[in-house]
């Protein structure tokens, strides 16, 4: 069994996190500890939930930990439309939210490649 770090979709939510960490330093600096914040925590999130869900090693868990990576995801989505609204790097947001959909469309594969694991009759 590979580990997370093998997951393709932990490596680019992992390269979301840092495109966010970087995006954010050329924010407002009253922005510090909000926006930038939550759109740094709602990153994080994202492969710390893969992660966490693939290292428990049950199917049930691990679908629950993606759905909430997924809403995760979500969240900072609707941050960096914030952003872009607000006019913080919008060219550089355009790039990050392209980022954050290939990471929930790698998210929705992989909970689907989960879902018959789940649904299986236990022998």
């Not at 922005?31 to 992660?51: D, F, H």
């Not at 679908?63 to 909430?68: E, M, N, Q, T, Y």
């Not at 989505?77 to 469309?105: H, N």
């Amino acid at each position: 069994m590979q580990g997370h770090q093998d997951l393709k979709v932990w490596q680019k939510a992992m390269g979301l996190v840092t495109a966010v960490y970087k995006l954010t330093t050329s924010f407002p600096k009253n922005e510090t500890y909000g926006l930038a914040s939550q759109m740094q925590r709602a990153a994080v999130s994202v492969p710390s939930n893969i992660a966490e869900g693939h290292g428990l090693k049950q199917t049930q868990a691990y679908l629950r930990h993606l759905a909430i990576a997924n809403g995760s995801l979500a969240e900072l989505e609707t941050q960096l439309e914030i952003a872009a609204r607000l006019g913080y790097s919008s060219t550089e947001v355009k790039v990050l939210i392209e980022m954050a959909s290939e990471v929930g469309r790698m998210l929705a594969g992989l909970r689907r490649s989960l879902q018959p694991r789940r649904d299986a009759p236990e022998s």
